[in-house]
C-alpha cells in the first residue's frame, strides 16, 4: 500500500496526481508524434486527451498489485507540467515493481526525467518496500536507456524480435535495480 504525501519535491520538481486543468499542458505532449515513436500507443486528439486525464486524475495511490500510479511532472520554473513518471506495482509478493516517464521534447535534454524517475524508485524502495525495480524500453530508443544508467540502473537483458511493434520487429531491453544496490548508491 502506498499513498504519498503531495507533492513530492525533488531539487527542481514537483510530482503530484494530475488535475483536470493540466489539460493543456497534458496535451501538449500526449499529442506529440515524436513523444510515441517508442511507446505503446499513438499519439491523441484533444478530446481523447481529456478521456485520458479523467482517467488520471483521482490516481493517489497504490493499493493492490497490477495498479500504476501515474504523477504529473510539474516545474514550478515554468509554472507547467512538462511530462509524467510512473511506479507500476507488479507484484505484492515477490515485491517487484517497474517504473517509466516521458517529457514534453520543449523540457528534454535538463536531467528532469532523470530526477522524476528517481523519485519513482524513492517510492517504489523506500515507500512500497519493493526488492526490485525494473524499466524497460526500445534499444533505439536511446534517450530512455540513458535515463536508467544514469539512475544506477543494470542492464539486464536485451530480446531480440520479441514482438512486432508499429508494423516491424522489435526488441527490449530489461534494466534494473536491487533493493541493495539502491541502498549503496543512497549511501
Ligand atoms: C525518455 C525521455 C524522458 C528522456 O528525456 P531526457 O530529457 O533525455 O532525459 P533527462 O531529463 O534525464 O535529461 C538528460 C539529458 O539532459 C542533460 N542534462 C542537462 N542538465 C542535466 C542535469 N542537471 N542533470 C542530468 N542531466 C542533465 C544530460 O546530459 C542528458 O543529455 P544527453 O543524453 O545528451 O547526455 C524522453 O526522451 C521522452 O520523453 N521520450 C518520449 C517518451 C519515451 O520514450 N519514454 C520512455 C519510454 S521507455
Known amino acids: 500500500m502506498l499513498k504519498p504525501d503531495y507533492p513530492l519535491k525533488t531539487a527542481r520538481l514537483l510530482l503530484r496526481p494530475f488535475e483536470p486543468a493540466d489539460l493543456d499542458d497534458f496535451y501538449a505532449y500526449r499529442s506529440r ?11 491523441v486528439t484533444r478530446e481523447e486527451c481529456a ?12 493499493t493492490a498489485e497490477g495498479q500504476r500510479l501515474a504523477l ?11 511530462g509524467s513518471a ?5 507484484s505484492e509478493n515477490d515485491r517487484q515493481g517497474e517504473i517509466g516517464y ?16 528517481r523519485a ?3 517510492l517504489g524502495f523506500r515507500d512500497l518496500g519493493l526488492h526490485r525495480i525494473v ?7 536511446e534517450p530512455s536507456w540513458r535515463v536508467m544508467e544514469r539512475l544506477g540502473m ?13 508494423g516491424e520487429w522489435g526488441d527490449l531491453f530489461v534494466y534494473a535495480m536491487l533493493e541493495e544496490e539502491y541502498a549503496r548508491a543512497q549511501a
Open 102 to 117: 516521458s517529457l514534453n521534447p520543449d523540457f528534454q535534454g535538463h536531467g528532469y526525467a532523470t530526477e522524476a524517475a
Open 86 to 90: 510512473v511506479l507500476k506495482w507488479r
Open 72 to 82: 504529473a511532472v510539474h516545474l514550478p520554473e515554468a509554472d507547467r507540467v512538462i
Open 33 to 43: 508524434p515524436d513523444v510515441f515513436r517508442y511507446l505503446y500507443g499513438e499519439s
Open 154 to 166: 543494470r542492464r539486464e537483458a536485451h530480446f531480440r524480435e520479441l514482438e512486432i511493434f508499429k
Open 120 to 122: 519513482m524508485l524513492e
Open 135 to 141: 524499466a524497460e524500453c526500445d534499444p533505439r530508443n
Open 51 to 62: 478521456e485520458l486525464l479523467d482517467a488520471l486524475v483521482g490516481d493517489d495511490e497504490l
